[in-house]
């Protein structure tokens, strides 16, 4: 098995691990990826690789029971991690932490691995991830762009493949700015979820620890591994058991109207937005558009009055004491709070319950929301410029969402005109949380887009494909791959086994390609297309690669809906390569092609 090719997603780890992996050789690779990365401004504190080792090696035999066993996983540094400081980016402010924070001992439990304390917005105020004393981490996808923050060395860290998962906290966006930049999944949960315990506190009363990773299924396994109740934690909530749940009927789905669409003139943007909501509706959901005015009403108070004396208050004896070891835009914006009076925080609290009935016939108008997950982009010259402003525009969409103690996951969609992600964020009431994922995973698997910044494929996290086992994935085939026919020996020689015959939804064209031999099909999506018989087979995951060496221009792997709306990886033409071709959809499939006579 060559490591250092291998997807650090948690199927492929899974795989890999009942096929002999040992946890230490992840381990290895984990830093190897990071010299090659070269970025210094990811971790903040990171032990020796030996130390990491050695740790791993305790796990002892492969537990499949535990569900993140030999899983790398990175903390921010406001979070604590017994036996590392936690600093929340002020060096000043350091203190070695004693015993691992709630969400990271359930994580351990669970049997993954801490690499080390991911860089942040000190203190966790900024969406930025450029206000920090140490250097800032780099942009996984391009370094001219700001990482995102506060959360920047956890979402860059898993958009470079280095861990599977880590951890952000959220108070105004920093679980899903970041995501949305660097072209992965953020998963922010429901207030009280998550124990705080053991997390230092921007805002006390909004903050939650967040999720990173690659895909929605990774993020969801790994929030469903930290959570549950803390009593030692008074905001901790009591949620029943959640589970990523596919929607089951068609949904009601809010969006900004067009009037109150905000862009900042990104027109890339706008229409990287507009696509994804074409894409909702392709999935049978009701676009419904609202006038999103009361809720920027909301999102504007989390940097007013109560709020900010909330931020006041985390920091106060370092507002008060030591302010010079701050950052100076993290002081400037918390020392805010220094000309407001009690009067001022309760009128801020009138205004937010005033605001939320206001929002209440419109939230209730719909199953959920969805919103870009930034309006624009920033670089990080634009905020030397300008250190405040890009960072307020960046929590256009986000600011809102805690103030109003909804759930949300931000989603890769398809790439903007401009090579740049794109990226949504579904937002739902609180408890939400497993239907959002259902509804985010099926968005993800049909955006044909690569895992972050690594270059590796999308593996459907396919609903509904019976069979199926831990370590496989499923590939749908509707040529010369099928069974019985002439490159069959291809798949079923890399260990690849029958699932089922099926067809495709009714939204592809088939054509059989111009020469090659043997002769082979090509399958396109088509507005009015028709409904293609297809197989689907299962492979191991280890040897997909290798197969897909073989598979020569224009094809390529994408998403492909089936009948009954279950999704699976497949192979896609690309529109140039049927010039000359055939059109053979009417006869509905290969099979009866290579019959017709």
């Not at 439990?109 to 800032?136: E, H, M, S, W």
């Not at 920091?315 to 835009?329: A, D, L």
């Not at 969805?370 to 010259?381: E, G, R, S």
């Not at 598979?551 to 140039?576: D, M, N, Q, Y």
Request: glycine fraction near 12%; charged fraction near 20%; include cysteine.
């Amino acid at each position: 098995m060559n490591i250092e090719h291998l997807p650090f997603t948690l199927s492929s780890l899974r795989a890999a691990y009942a096929a002999g992996l040992k946890p230490e050789a992840v381990v290895a690779e984990v830093y190897r990826r990071l010299r090659l990365a070269d970025d210094p401004g990811i971790f903040i504190h990171l032990p020796a690789e030996a130390e990491t080792i050695k740790a791993a090696a305790a796990l002892g035999a492969y537990d499949p029971a535990k569900p993140l066993w030999g899983i790398p996983f990175a903390v921010k540094d406001n979070i604590d991690v017994a036996g590392m400081p936690t600093t929340c980016a002020c060096p000043d402010f350091a203190y070695g932490a004693e015993v691992d924070a709630f969400v990271v001992a359930q994580l351990k439990a669970a049997g993954a691995i801490v690499i080390g304390k991911t860089n942040l917005d000190q203190f966790a105020t900024g969406l930025v991830g450029v206000r920090t004393p140490y250097p800032a981490p780099k942009n996984s996808l391009d370094p001219e762009i700001v990482p995102g923050g506060s959360s920047g060395g956890s979402g860059v860290v898993v958009a470079r493949g280095i861990v599977t998962f880590s951890l952000g906290t959220d108070t105004a966006g920093s679980g899903r700015v970041p995501a949305a930049l660097n072209n992965i999944v953020g998963l922010k949960p429901s207030l009280g979820s998550l124990s705080a315990s053991g997390m230092v506190p921007a805002c006390r009363t909004l903050d939650t620890i967040s999720v990173f990773a690659l895909t929605v299924d990774d993020a969801f396994a790994a929030y469903a591994a930290a959570s549950g109740y803390d009593a030692a934690d008074a905001y901790s909530k009591r949620f029943a058991p959640m589970k990523l749940a596919p929607p089951t009927k068609a949904l009601k789905i809010g969006v900004p109207d067009e009037k109150t669409r905000i862009f900042f003139g990104d027109d890339a943007q706008a229409a990287s937005f507009a696509a994804a909501c074409d894409a909702l509706k392709t999935l049978g959901h009701e676009i419904i558009e609202l006038d999103f005015t009361p809720l920027y009403q909301v999102a504007a108070m989390l940097y007013e009055g109560a709020w900010v004396a909330e931020r006041y208050a985390a920091t106060e004896s370092i507002m008060r004491e030591r302010p010079e070891i701050m950052h100076p835009v993290t002081r400037q914006i918390i020392s805010g709070a220094e000309k407001l009076s009690a009067a001022d925080a309760f009128k801020g609290i009138y205004r937010l319950a005033d605001l939320k009935r206001k929002a209440e016939p419109m939230l209730e108008a719909v199953d959920c929301l969805c919103v870009p997950t930034i309006p624009c982009f920033f670089t990080v010259k634009d905020l030397e410029a300008d250190p405040i402003g890009p960072n307020s525009k960046f929590g256009t969409y986000t600011n809102f969402v805690n103030l109003l103690d909804m759930a949300g996951i931000a989603v890769p969609v398809a790439t903007r005109s401009d090579g740049r992600p794109g990226s949504v964020t579904l937002l739902g009431a609180s408890g939400s949380d497993g239907a959002l994922a259902g509804i985010a995973r099926t968005l993800h698997d049909g955006a044909g887009v690569r895992l972050g910044a690594t270059g590796w494929p999308l593996v459907a996290q396919s609903q509904g494909i019976p069979g199926l086992a831990a370590g496989e994935m499923a590939v749908a085939l509707v040529g010369a791959h099928m069974t019985g026919l002439p490159l069959n020996h291809e798949i079923a020689g890399r260990g690849g086994r029958f699932l089922f015959s099926g067809r495709t939804a009714p939204q592809y064209r088939l054509y059989a390609l111009s020469g090659g031999s043997p002769k082979r099909p090509g399958l396109v999506r088509a507005d009015d297309g028709a409904s293609i018989a297809l197989e689907v087979w299962a492979i191991p995951l280890s040897r997909f690669g290798e197969f897909m060496d073989g598979i020569p221009s224009p094809l390529g792997i994408g998403t492909i809906r089936l009948e009954g709306g279950a999704t699976v990886k497949g192979f896609l033409c690309e529109s140039a390569g049927t010039a000359g071709a055939e059109d053979i959809s009417h006869l509905g499939g290969w099979r009866a092609y290579l019959g017709r006579g």
